[in-house]
């Protein structure tokens, strides 16, 4: 599955990462899909383009931008060429970008893309979207993988497919953990396999969708609701549970890992499963659960994932402890102060808080950070969430 990549400038802010920009004869959002942050992941830059190509600017209410992730990766169908684009976003290295003189190859497309979103920001004010279109290297469902904030639990939620939560807790610097941190509405979809026909149409009708419940296309003429959606459940299953990610197996350096032949995501396992080796040594499941993201490509340093589905009860209980913004009881327990109240970010003494379970935070909005041996920085996406920007919305 090959995809052409226009010709591109080493300049700071280079036009053509962004293939295309469709503003609207009509007010409304602003969406900003990613394709290619992996460069070996296509389908959505091709859906962009199949789905993109056929929209009527006069129909259209609001702006849409879709931006080439990785463009050197994806010339040479990589993952990444020296880093990992997906792995960079963070506060830090952001910051250390401003003081160096010599980049990585993925450093250069980080500040590309770091002036595109800049620009955004400084140029609308309309609701924004972040949408970054992926495939995995297993056989899968379509899914959505978001930061468990509540604008983006309910605009997931428009949506027939399996929705992941929590994973921000076992990744370092993705993008959209960062545009999440901001308080926007940013949604990960994975379209299925790298090379399934079908990951590029489970992605057009993802993106058909997207143009729906953001308000951006108001009429069928480019196809129902109905049909995309039909389009989503059969290539799902009819599976449209919400999941918690509850381990993960970390690559080391040098570390030789296999996974077992034969796994996809979304499939049941049980304690004792043979999954995978680590430098000869056999990895048995600790759960019973479900697999998630095994790892059958020669890149990345995420071995698998285990998932657990989320009962409907702790769902609903968790947002009315949002909503009533019950967190702030927390710092009355021992061991538990503000790190940094204005951006919701959290202090956990473990030595004091042992106590008490990771998914005692969740309920709360929390996802922790560890920062030594003996702390967690625990962070509320609640806090940030920009709520005022997307109350109008038919969805909110």
Request: aromatic fraction near 12%.
């Amino acid at each position: 599955m090959q995809t052409t990549i226009k010709s591109h400038k080493e300049t700071k802010s280079s036009p053509n990462r962004i293939f295309h920009h469709l503003k609207g004869k009509h007010p409304g959002a602003t969406t900003i899909f990613f394709g290619g942050i992996h460069g070996n992941e296509y389908a959505g830059v091709d859906a962009l383009n199949r789905v993109l190509n056929r929209i009527d600017t006069k129909e259209l209410h609001g702006e849409i931008f879709a931006v080439y992730g990785n463009i050197k990766a994806l010339k040479e169908n990589k993952r990444f060429l020296k880093l990992d684009l997906n792995r960079i976003w963070t506060i830090d290295k952001l910051r250390n970008l401003e003081l160096k003189t010599e980049y990585e190859e993925e450093e250069k497309e980080q500040i590309e893309l770091f002036e595109i979103i800049k620009m955004i920001f400084a140029t609308s004010s309309s609701p924004k979207y972040f949408i970054d279109l992926h495939t995995t290297s297993s056989k899968s469902l379509p899914f959505i993988t978001i930061n468990d904030a509540m604008i983006n639990r309910k605009f997931s939620q428009c949506f027939p497919v399996p929705i992941v939560l929590g994973i921000e807790e076992y990744l370092e610097g993705p993008l959209l953990s960062y545009l999440n941190k901001l308080g926007y509405v940013s949604l990960g979809f994975e379209g299925g396999q790298h090379v399934d026909p079908q990951a590029i149409k489970s992605c057009e009708a993802f993106i058909h969708l997207t143009l729906r419940h953001t308000g951006l296309i108001k009429n069928d003429e480019l196809g129902s609701i109905d049909e995309f959606e039909k389009i989503l459940i059969d290539a799902s299953k009819n599976v449209s549970s919400i999941y918690e990610v509850i381990y993960k197996h970390h690559i080391q350096p040098k570390e030789r890992f296999v996974m077992e032949k034969g796994f996809e995501s979304f499939q049941n396992i049980k304690k004792g499963t043979f999954l995978a080796t680590s430098n000869g040594e056999r990895i048995y499941s600790e759960y019973n659960a479900e697999l998630f993201m095994p790892l059958y490509q020669n890149s990345g340093n995420d071995g698998f994932f285990i998932i657990r589905q989320i009962p409907n009860i702790f769902l609903k209980l968790s947002a009315f402890l949002r909503h009533i913004k019950a967190d702030s009881l927390l710092t009355v327990l021992p061991g538990i102060t503000w790190y940094n109240k204005r951006q919701g970010v959290l202090k956990a003494n473990l030595r004091v808080t042992r106590f008490m379970a990771k998914s005692t935070f969740h309920l709360f909005g929390y996802r922790n950070k560890q920062i030594d041996e003996t702390h967690l920085l625990l962070y509320n996406r609640e806090r940030v969430s920009k709520k005022e920007m997307y109350r109008k919305e038919k969805w909110y």
